[in-house]
């Protein structure tokens, strides 16, 4: 996963605020680690790199990111000022491989080609070394620092229960749906910086 997913909301933020957009091991212009890095090890890294910028962050993330983000909050929760987990994979009842693969498909049918540009470059190039970790992460586990979770309403790859029980299941959470596909990021970026400055 690059920051190339975040781009044009990380543009759309920069204009008030500082701005962080990491490209993780392996992706982007980063060179792979020796071997695949668990989600731990990867949110233990996303620590360092907020523990070396201003302190507690507000997480923005998207799709599989937001596994990611939520292990950075679990594991480190003094990092974190409040998490905005957009599109969160991956729902319960779609943890095969295969069903996996074919709602990814038919979402992917929806959204634009810059996006599908870095889905092929950066998802692509490294399923095999990372989907064995990303499936079948547990992302309903119990958090503490506020979160909200925004879905698209035309979101074929995150069903709207799911979505709204990932918010359930924080002290402070709330839910929100936008008029978007899957990858909010690149749809409504206008629509997603103001409710992350909200």
């Known amino acids: 996963m690059s920051g190339r997913y975040l781009a044009p909301t990380a543009r759309a933020l920069a204009a008030d605020r500082r701005v962080v957009a990491p490209d993780l091991p392996g992706s982007?212009?980063?060179?792979?680690?020796?071997?695949?890095?668990?989600?731990?090890?990867?949110?233990?890294?996303?620590?360092?790199?907020?523990?070396?910028?201003?302190?507690?962050?507000?997480?923005?993330?998207?799709?599989?990111?937001?596994?990611?983000?939520?292990?950075?909050?679990?594991?480190?929760?003094?990092?974190?000022?409040?998490?905005?987990?957009?599109?969160p994979v991956l729902a319960p009842p779609v943890r095969g491989l295969p069903e996996v693969a074919r709602r990814f498909v038919a979402a992917m049918r929806h959204e634009p080609w810059s996006y599908l540009g870095v889905v092929v470059l950066d998802n692509l190039r490294g399923w095999t070394r990372k989907g064995r970790v990303l499936r079948v992460y547990p992302i309903e586990e119990e958090l503490t620092v506020p979160a909200l979770v925004v879905r698209g309403e035309q979101d074929r790859l995150v069903p709207e229960p799911f979505a709204r029980r990932l918010a359930d299941l924080v002290p402070d959470g709330r839910h929100v749906e936008v008029a978007t596909p899957h990858a909010l990021t690149y749809h409504g970026p206008r629509t997603l910086a103001h409710l992350v400055r909200r």
Request: glycine share 6%; proline share 7%; hydrophobic share 55%.
């Open 28 to 87: 982007g212009h980063t060179p792979r680690a020796a071997r695949p890095l668990t989600i731990a090890e990867l949110a233990d890294l996303l620590a360092e790199l907020v523990a070396a910028s201003a302190g507690p962050a507000v997480v923005v993330a998207n799709s599989f990111g937001c596994q990611l983000a939520v292990e950075l909050a679990l594991r480190h929760p003094a990092a974190v000022r409040r998490l905005v987990l957009t599109g």
